[in-house]
């Protein structure tokens, strides 16, 4: 079975800095695309970046970018610049054959 | 328009009571997906389906029945609902391999 870590439960981030939030998965599926997507206190689920398995460059969304190191079976999402309306949850998600599995999340809170 | 919805958004029942949350999507997606969000658990796979007619089982299936006869359509239902279902339910749909899934508002459901 797929298996996804967050292991942050909650992240502080200075305004204007970069913060890196993890993610480990665990799959025995040859082909899988890694996720995250964005939850605001408003509820929606807000896709942000997408990353496949046999992705060989790090794919980036203006200012997301996946860190992915299969090997390792990593998957963080790296936010530069923060800014304010950034704070939320965020998921990091993998789909394999069938189904998509989520992590825990982590709250990330951007300071002024 | 083209999207996906889910009605209804807010839900108050009794113990014991059946329950049926619907979700409708126009973008003729293959794959479907019903989660659950609790605090602390992120989002839970409860079914999915691959197809008209066609479901299986996620992480946490039990109490909860799918059907799908309609690509469009694929309504979740609680035959007996417990306390412990309150929860937040989204339903997502998707296209197949491992291509994003698009989430709906999202229901939210409390059990008395």
């Known amino acids: 079975a797929q298996k996804i870590t967050q292991t942050q439960p909650g992240m502080f981030v200075q305004e204007k800095e970069a913060v890196t939030l993890d993610c480990t998965y665990d799959t025995s599926d040859q082909s899988y695309g890694l996720f995250w997507y964005k939850q605001p206190s408003s509820g929606e689920m807000i896709f942000l970046i997408y990353q496949g398995s046999y992705d060989e460059q790090n794919a980036t969304e203006g200012r997301y970018s996946l860190n992915f190191q299969k090997a390792r079976k990593s998957a963080n999402l790296v936010i530069s610049a923060s800014q304010l309306g950034d704070s939320a949850m965020y998921f990091c998600a993998m789909r394999g054959f069938n189904d998509m599995r989520f992590g825990a999340g982590t709250r990330l809170t951007v300071k002024p | 328009d083209a999207g996906i919805t889910q009605s209804p958004r807010y839900k108050i029942t009794e113990t014991g009571r059946q329950v049926t949350l619907m979700c409708h999507q126009t973008?003729?997606?293959?794959?479907m997906f019903w989660y659950r969000q609790d605090l602390g658990h992120g989002l839970r796979l409860i079914y999915y389906s691959a197809a008209a007619d066609i479901t299986d089982k996620g992480e946490v299936p039990d109490g909860y029945v799918v059907s799908r006869s309609k690509t469009e359509n694929f309504p979740l239902t609680l035959e007996s609902a417990t306390r412990s279902q309150t929860s937040v339910y989204f339903c997502?749909?998707?296209?197949?391999?491992?291509?994003?899934?698009?989430f709906g508002e999202g229901s939210r459901l409390t059990v008395l």
């Open positions: 973008w003729s997606h293959s794959y």
């Open positions: 997502a749909s998707g296209g197949p391999n491992t291509g994003e899934l698009f």
